[in-house]
């Protein structure tokens, strides 16, 4: 399989659940994200992993808990969900830069459709 | 801080028609510009990208040029297609945030047979 590969590709749960999404990637890639994409609003970045530490975290609840054992694996814990959780969860990879010119080319995978009943 | 403002859609065309969907853009240093496209349930996928003032990049029918004497990196193409039809994100790397990407609000096409 090649790319950026997300599962499942939707999910519904109750607010105390606990649930986790998986993301891999088959590009050799040195970082990995978690964003976030809701109806009407920007696409927020949440977690930013490069070579495997966490190096952001854009304010975001504790229900909501990265994990990334290696570089081509990401995943986001979830618990205790609130319904305005419910949105598209996008995946991506990148070779990260550190040459002060910018990340190389951000590959996305297809998202996981919440939903938070 | 770094930022990319892209025009509001809906943008509504015929197929065949001409396209333009503006994006702009505030960094400091050198970023690189990227477009993406979202079709309809699907992930984000790179459309197009240029790294330096004055390139321009170019897929599917698509283009768009660096300009940085306008901090400007427009999409355009000269003739849409029903299959066009998608959300189209506008973003920039590099600047003071070297390890993420800074995207617009993105702008949704619909093209009309």
């Given amino acids: 399989e090649t790319g950026v590969t997300q599962t499942p590709r939707h999910l519904v749960m109750g607010m105390t659940n606990k649930k986790s999404l998986k993301c891999e990637q088959h590009l050799g890639h040195n970082a990995m994200y978690w964003y976030k994409q809701s109806a009407k609003k920007p696409l927020e970045l949440m977690f930013v992993y490069s070579l495997e530490e966490r190096v952001e975290n854009n304010s975001v609840p504790s229900r909501f808990s990265p994990e990334c054992p290696n570089s081509s694996h990401l995943f986001l814990h979830l618990h205790t969900l609130q319904p305005e959780d419910s949105a598209l969860y996008l995946c991506a990879s990148s070779q990260a830069s550190y040459s002060g010119q910018g990340t190389d080319t951000q590959y996305f995978g297809p998202g996981t459709r919440l939903t938070v009943l | ?113």
Wanted: net charge negative.
């Fill in chain 2, 1 to 113: 801080g770094d930022s990319v403002t892209q025009m509001e859609g809906p943008v509504t065309l015929s197929e065949e028609a001409f396209l333009t969907i503006n994006c702009t853009y505030t960094a400091t240093g050198y970023p690189s510009l990227f477009w993406y496209v979202q079709y309809p349930g699907e992930g984000l996928q790179l459309l197009l990208k240029a790294t330096k003032a004055d390139d321009k990049g170019s897929n599917k029918g698509f283009e768009a040029t660096y300009r940085k004497e306008t901090t400007s990196f427009h999409l355009e193409k000269g003739s849409v297609q029903v299959s066009d039809s998608a959300v189209y994100f506008c973003a920039l790397s590099g600047g003071r945030n070297t390890d993420k990407l800074i995207f617009g609000t993105g702008t949704r096409l619909q093209v009309f047979p």
